[in-house]
């Protein structure tokens, strides 16, 4: 086994491991034979120094194979899945996939959970009533053969050196290293055994990597990984210079998940599912491009199909499919206040993580993994960005529970967010895509 003192010393002075390094590293780390001081010594050369394409590459597979992965060969359709960088009111994965599944590309899409200003699939979908995401290998396999999606979490057997490296990061303050993040990513996506990924990497104040240049540089080196790894990666870079959608917290995303299923709902949700669900069949080789994916995932949406997809995957996973009938089922907690504009102006948000940081004041969201969320407690934005308000209008219904964080809330609210008349209209949703090139 090649010296872990020797692996430390090569990235601490710049230079790169080799396949075999890496692997034994790895390997060891999970284990449990190279303890976590180590391990920190090396992302923190890692953090400093970056790591070069092959051995990104060679780091990212190891990773990958640290535990178990899926096989979907024998489900006779395509497999694919999309991932977001993560930020605030960004519920896109709960409609696009059964939308995508309801198109005939079946979706494997391990999620995780909401910490510190942004939201978790999961907490979202445990909002209803019954439905499980701690689905074992045998019950994730059975829920995407029978409706075409699962949405589950990851288990200790899947990438298990991802989540100790992830763990490790996080309490030493190396969480923002793009080939850290890059293969953290892909190597929990690769594991669930599909062909075709496409990213949604966010930029603006609301996002992980709030520089919509940083946020290509990840983009990029995924998808030179993923191409490497033999699965083609589309990214696409989309705004979070404001909340997506008009709702922020587990229940209200719910419905306004369900909204989007019923061929309405915000427009900007809309547009996010229609145009990353499209590229997923067009990637996967469902549709001849872009466009005819956009206007079949569309069709799902407006004729029920995709909502019909929906209901078969909250049962399989447990969950109350009358519930998704029921107007009263999602509907946030009644302790309600009211943020209004202070004076004329269009609203202008400055600060969208605040918005995020604003509902876990609340308890919608963790400090911790650990933490519990109440899902009931939300924020309602009456405005969108770059509106017309006038003094006194409302902006945002937080809804509360007995007053718990409410102070709070509305402080980071007031950082979040003002009315000013010299602002000028939002910058476009969507900013482009990228794509690894055609070979020649």
């Known amino acids: 086994m090649t010296d872990t003192r020797a692996i430390l010393a090569t990235k601490r002075d710049g230079g790169e491991l080799s396949e075999g390094q890496i692997r034994d590293f790895i390997n060891g780390y999970v284990e449990g034979t190279i ?10 050369g890692i953090f400093i120094h970056g790591m070069g394409d092959a051995e990104l590459e060679c780091w990212t597979r190891a990773m990958l194979h640290s535990g178990s992965t899926f096989d979907f060969s024998d489900l006779d359709k395509p497999k694919a899945d999309k991932h977001s960088t993560g930020g605030v009111g960004d519920k896109v994965s709960i409609p696009l996939a059964p939308a995508v599944a309801a198109c005939g590309v079946a979706v494997p899409m391990i999620s995780g959970r909401g910490l510190a200003h942004t939201g978790g699939t999961l907490d979202k979908l445990e909002a209803i009533p019954g439905f499980r995401t701690d689905l074992d290998e045998a019950a994730f396999r059975r829920c995407l ?42 190597s929990k996506k690769l594991a669930e055994g599909i062909d ?8 603006g104040s609301g996002a992980f990597l709030t520089d919509p240049e940083r946020g290509a540089e990840l983009g990029r080196t995924m998808i030179r990984i993923a191409s490497s790894l033999g699965v083609p990666a589309v990214v696409w870079q989309t705004s979070m210079e404001r909340p997506l959608g008009h709702a922020v917290g587990h229940v209200t995303e719910i419905a306004e998940s369900l909204d989007c299923l019923r ?15 499209g590229e997923m069949l067009s990637l996967a080789g469902q ?18 199909s995709a909502l019909e997809v929906f209901r ?23 302790d309600e ?33 650990e933490d519990a969320v109440d899902p009931e407690v939300a924020l309602t934005f009456e405005a969108q960005a770059g509106q017309q308000l006038a003094a006194g209008d ?26 000013d008349p010299d602002a000028a209209a939002p910058a476009p949703l969507v900013m482009g895509s990228m794509a690894a090139p055609a070979p020649s």
């Open 35 to 44: 303890p976590d001081y180590m391990a920190a010594a090396l992302l923190t």
């Open 145 to 186: 053969a029978n409706t075409g999606v699962a949405f589950g979490a990851q288990t200790p057997d899947i990438v298990p050196a991802d989540r100790k490296l992830y763990a490790l990061r996080d309490v030493t303050g190396l969480v923002a290293s793009i080939p850290l993040i890059a293969s953290s990513i892909l």
């Open 196 to 203: 075709a990924l496409v990213l949604d990497v966010k930029f």
């Open 263 to 277: 061929g309405a709902g915000p427009d900007d949700l809309r547009e996010l599912v229609v145009l990353l669900g």
């Open 287 to 304: 549709e001849p491009n872009l466009a005819a994916g956009r206007e079949r995932i569309a069709g799902v949406l407006d004729d029920g």
């Open 312 to 334: 078969r995957v909250v049962t399989e996973q447990g969950g109350d499919a009358a519930s998704l009938d029921d107007p009263g089922a999602f509907l946030p907690g009644p």
């Open 337 to 369: 206040d009211v943020l209004v504009a202070a004076k004329a102006g269009r609203l202008v948000f400055r600060d969208v993580q605040a918005v995020g940081h604003a509902l876990c004041a609340l308890g919608g969201g963790r400090a911790r993994l």
């Open 394 to 419: 409302p902006i945002c219904r937080i809804h509360h529970r007995a007053g718990r964080g409410l102070e709070r809330a509305r402080a980071l609210l007031g950082e979040a967010c003002h009315t």
